[in-house]
């Protein structure tokens, strides 16, 4: 652990502590603050936010995300910055109903039930919570699944609704394993995965690696790709390959709660044995 500063977020009003030794983005979270972000590794610029006063000094980071004229007149990644004074940032980019109303992250050890092929190289991984037993999240919403042995993580989205509702009667996946992804128990948490050679994580889903009855730990949620109350216009979806997987959970909401917002979903795949 290093020394600990306080951060305050401008407009907002919101102060939260941080150790040198994590990264603002992080700390906020873990303090029931949700920033906006998206990749989290300092490659897609959507945690950027203005240092109005003090001192933080960045992990490595894309300069696609932040250039370095930006970052000379003071712009900072907050998922790659570590503060070394009390700080006081700017949010450029924020939901003011996220950011303290947010689905608290849980850290939530579960089993595999299920890992099937979905397509050439998806694989639908199903997951249940044992330790808590349950796990909250909104539709369009990820974790981070934790890779065994290793500290490390990789991002997946679920695919489900949050009360464990998958394909079997959900309706929105045109019925169970034909139209969609394999069918989800209630309590169950699909993710649809692409299969990477060589990958640290993914390449675990081919035979030989990971297996129903083994445990997978996973934190969050993430992400504020979610449906927002009280909207009634019409939906649009784009997505391509295991993209699928947070349009389906958003999809299956809608079913479930019989939600008549029209839809219009464009998918994009390379073969048609990329289809699901
Ligand atoms: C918010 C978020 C949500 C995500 N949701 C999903 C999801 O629902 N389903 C899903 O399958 N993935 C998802 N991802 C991507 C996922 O987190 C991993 O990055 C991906 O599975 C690769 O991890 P790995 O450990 O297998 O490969 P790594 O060991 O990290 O990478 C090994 C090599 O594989 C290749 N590679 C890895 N990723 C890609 C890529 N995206 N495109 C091309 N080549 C690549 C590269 O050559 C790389 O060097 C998401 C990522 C984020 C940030
Ligand atoms: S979340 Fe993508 S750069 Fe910070």
Not at 45 to 56: E, N, Q, T, V, Y
Not at 75 to 103: K, P, Q
Not at 212 to 236: A, R
Request: glycine share 12%; aromatic share 8%; net charge negative.
């Amino acid at each position: 652990m290093g020394r600990t500063h306080r951060i305050s977020f401008e407009p907002v009003d919101i102060e939260m502590e941080v150790d040198e030794d994590e990264n603002i983005l992080d700390a906020a979270f873990r303090q029931g603050i949700h920033l906006m972000h998206g990749c989290r590794e300092g490659q897609c610029s959507a945690c950027k936010s203005f240092l109005l006063d003090g001192d933080i000094q960045m992990d490595r980071y894309s300069t696609f995300a932040c250039n370095d004229s930006e970052v000379e007149e003071g712009y900072v990644l907050l998922c790659r910055g570590h503060a070394f004074s009390d700080c006081t940032v700017e949010l450029l980019n924020f939901d003011e109903d996220e950011l303290l109303n947010a689905i608290p992250i849980q850290e939530v050890t579960t089993q595999i039930t299920g890992l099937e092929a979905v397509t050439r190289d998806i694989v639908s991984l199903r997951l249940k919570p044992i330790t808590p037993e349950s796990f909250d999240f909104k539709p369009g919403q990820y974790v981070d699944i934790m890779i065994p042995g290793t500290d490390e993580h990789r991002s997946f989205s679920m695919a489900t609704t949050p009360n464990g509702h998958g394909g079997s009667g959900g309706g929105a996946d045109g019925g169970g394993a034909h139209g969609g992804s394999a069918s989800a128990d209630l309590g169950e948490i699909e993710f649809l995965i692409k299969r990477y050679p060589g990958g640290r994580f993914s390449s675990l889903l081919e035979e030989g690696g990971l297996a129903v009855g083994d445990e997978l730990d996973i934190v969050g949620p993430y992400g504020s790709s979610t449906l927002k109350d009280g909207h009634v216009l019409p939906i649009v979806c784009i997505a391509g390959g295991a993209g699928m997987a947070p349009i389906l959970s958003i999809l299956r909401h809608l079913a479930q709660t019989q939600d008549t917002r029209p839809v219009r979903f464009y998918y994009g795949a390379r073969t048609e044995t990329d289809l699901f």
